[in-house]
């Protein structure tokens, strides 16, 4: 067995739901398959680039609560996303930044301070066989990642051979996220049925601050809040679901639909999530608040662009 | 979304990942037949930043890398495949494909199956057989990787979904939701009235694709007793 294939990481705690992702599994969905992937790729893509990685290697997806890990051979990491307490031994380590960890160290994930979900990212990525050409794990249909679960004490992970080198971010370039404390304002565009809908509703939706309910999901994000009411009272026939759809069921709660979505619904859709604003969306714990505001396509273009070369100068 | 009205089509926008055609909102074999021309021909096109091509009832969903492309700039593209796939009366270009599903219908494995004989006031073999009678055509697919809606049922035998879903269905399970039919591929919570049970799989990772149907298809259901289900249970590697 060379070193590559040695088993690098174990998983000493699992914290509440950490699991393998990359960018998603995509180009399956008119077989039903769900795209899942990172809920928050720019932090993915944040981590990746910091341990040198290409930008869809597999990396840990770290929920609210995260996980005490044990590294059993010198490993280059970086954690994104959400600010959690770092210690790496005693020592505590930053977000963002490239990380040595040495053989035997425990990597503990206390506090969490912003965001829900942080990045876990080592160099040469997890390597675990991919399904459909893609390392996520979509627990729903118990595909992908380790054996299509969360991962559990004693999970041990291999990591592929590393070939990027390092990124190590001088100060003037590197870039800090905006962290999403206690909620988001995100915009959206009007989605494929929102002529379903009286313009008050829509008007509704821009004043309303919704919370995140506690029964939010990989899935989709159920929330409280003044019900929106359809005109048209009744559903749709069943068509494909894009990440960030409102869609707002017959009792009026909008569920919002994420990265484990599945490939369609037959809910109308008032409205949806712009491309740029789906990682903060991606960081909301239950609980938090939650804001729409509407948008129209040149503004949704020049955030995404915009988030792009803010992404490409990190680090650079 | 920017509705765009054609002949008898429309091309919107949802949200800045993706682009919808859609056609009349029906169950329709022919509107699904034009769907499914489309989806094809976009996905053989291999359109530079399209991510996913997904064929609903009345719908082609062509998902998008937003960093990479526009809808707006994929839109031209894609109408200029819709104009030029076989209209509606044509169908799909692409041979049909035929599959006989085998199926042992009640006892343990239908446990909704007198249910569904009160729904339709007649006996459960009267259930069974209009099933059994009609060619359904896959619809599209969804819900759970290799689920196919499949249409139209029997409207004598179309009950609609349990009031309460169960938790567990298993794998292989046959269930009827209004005029809707299809065969879990996986185990899955799930609110369908299981009739019956498939032993042939649905899903088989030897294979590539590994999903043994397609929007498109034709799919036809056998009855089998207990003993042939428990063979080809047994028989399938």
């Not at chain 1, 944040?46 to 290697?57: F, S």
């Not at chain 2, 049922?153 to 009827?176: E, H, Y």
Request: hydrophobic share 40%; with cysteine; net charge neutral.
């Amino acid at each position: 067995m060379t070193p590559s294939e040695a088993m690098a990481i174990t998983i000493v705690a699992p914290g509440l739901l950490t699991t393998v992702q990359d960018t998603g599994r995509w180009g399956h969905q008119h077989y039903g398959v769900s795209v899942s992937g990172a809920m928050d790729v720019v932090s993915l893509h944040g981590a990746n680039r910091l341990v040198g990685n290409p930008l869809t290697a597999a990396a840990l997806e770290v929920t609210l609560v995260g996980p005490t890990l044990r590294f059993e051979r010198d490993t280059r990491i970086a954690v994104c996303g959400a600010a959690f307490d770092l210690r790496l031994g005693d020592h505590q380590v930053s977000l963002d930044t490239l990380i040595h960890a040495g053989s035997g160290q425990m990597l503990t994930f206390g506090r969490r301070m912003s965001g829900a979900r942080a990045y876990l990212a080592a160099a040469g990525g997890i390597d675990l066989t991919p399904v459909l050409g893609s390392r996520s794990t979509h627990i729903p249909s118990r595909m992908g990642g380790l054996e299509g679960r969360a991962l559990t004490a004693g999970d041990t992970l291999t990591l592929g051979a590393a070939h990027g080198a390092p990124v190590r971010p001088t100060p003037d370039a590197k870039w800090k996220r905006r962290p999403v404390v206690g909620g988001a304002r995100v915009r959206v565009l009007p989605g494929a049925h929102h002529d379903w809908f009286d313009a008050d509703v829509g008007e509704q939706l821009r004043q309303t601050r919704y919370t995140v309910s506690p029964v939010s999901d990989r899935m989709g994000y159920r929330l409280a809040g003044d019900p929106l009411v359809p005109r048209r009272d009744r559903q749709i026939l069943s068509q494909a679901l894009p990440i960030g759809a409102l869609q707002v069921p017959p009792s009026g709660g909008i569920i919002v639909a994420m990265a484990d979505r599945q490939t369609s619904g037959g809910y109308p859709r008032i409205a949806t999530v712009i491309s740029a604003d789906i990682p903060r969306l991606g960081q909301l714990a239950p609980g938090d608040w939650l804001e729409f505001e509407p948008c129209d396509r040149p503004t949704a273009r020049e955030a995404l662009s915009r988030l792009a070369r803010e992404c490409a100068g990190r680090g650079a | 979304m920017t509705g765009e009205e054609r002949s008898n089509w429309t091309m919107e926008h949802d949200g800045d990942s993706a682009v919808v055609v859609s056609f009349e909102p029906r169950i329709d074999p022919v509107i699904s037949g034009r769907c499914v021309a489309i989806a094809d021909a976009v996905r053989t096109a291999r359109l530079v930043g399209v991510r996913d091509v997904v064929e609903g009832y009345a719908t082609v969903t062509v998902h998008l890398d937003p960093v990479q492309v526009t809808t707006k700039g994929v839109a031209e593209s894609i109408r200029q495949i819709v104009d030029a796939a076989p209209a509606a009366s044509a169908g799909e270009q692409r041979t049909t494909r035929e599959t006989d599903l085998p199926v042992c219908y009640g006892g343990r494995h239908g446990p909704d199956l007198a249910d569904v004989a009160a729904f339709g006031q007649c006996t459960e073999a009267d259930v069974i057989r209009r099933h059994t009678e009609v060619t359904y055509r896959v619809y599209m697919l969804g819900f759970l990787p290799g689920f196919a809606y499949l249409g139209t049922v029997d409207a004598r035998i179309a009950a609609p979904r349990r009031q309460t879903p169960r938790v567990k269905v298993l794998a292989g399970s046959v269930g009827i939701a209004g005029p809707q039919t299809g065969v879990y591929p996986s185990e899955s919570p799930g609110g369908w009235q299981i009739i019956g049970r498939c032993p042939v799989r649905l899903c088989d990772w030897a294979q590539e694709p590994p999903f043994l149907l397609r929007a498109g298809d034709c799919v036809r259901f056998e009855p089998i007793d207990e003993v042939t289900y428990e063979r080809l249970q047994a028989g399938r590697s």
